[in-house]
């Protein structure tokens, strides 16, 4: 059974930037796309970016030009890099396959853009 955990995040003033990690246990990481979404109380939960295999990459609009996404797929780890951080994007950070599978939903992290 593959397990999706994530890590990196906290508390950020505007402007400022993050690095979140997701890190995969099992053999199977490397043929799948995977996915970062986020969920901000009250609200649905939207997909932020995704990365197939080869290396191509999906972002909302809100985030194109700010967030890049990558993968090391030796180290079985996808990153978030998270730069020119708005209150807006204040949200709890989850990796996942892409498209999601509602199984593999971890804890998350929790991401805080305030001044």
């Known amino acids: 059974q593959v ?32 996915g970062w979404y986020r969920q901000a109380p ?11 295999t080869g290396g ?22 996808v990153y978030l890099q998270m730069n020119s951080l708005k209150p807006e994007d204040t949200a709890v950070y989850y990796c996942n396959w892409w498209p999601h599978r509602d199984a593999y939903w971890g804890q998350g992290t929790q991401v805080t853009v305030s001044s």
Request: proline share 2%; with cysteine; hydrophobic share 35%.
């Open 56 to 77: 191509s990459t999906k972002y909302a609009d809100s985030v194109k030009g700010r967030f890049t996404i990558s993968r090391d797929n030796a180290n079985k780890m």
């Open 42 to 52: 009250g609200k649905q939960r939207d997909m932020v970016a995704g990365i197939t």
């Open 3 to 34: 397990q999706l955990v994530e890590s990196g995040g906290g508390l950020v003033q505007p402007g400022g930037s993050l690095r979140l990690s997701c890190a995969a246990s099992g053999s199977i990481f490397s043929i799948y796309a995977v």
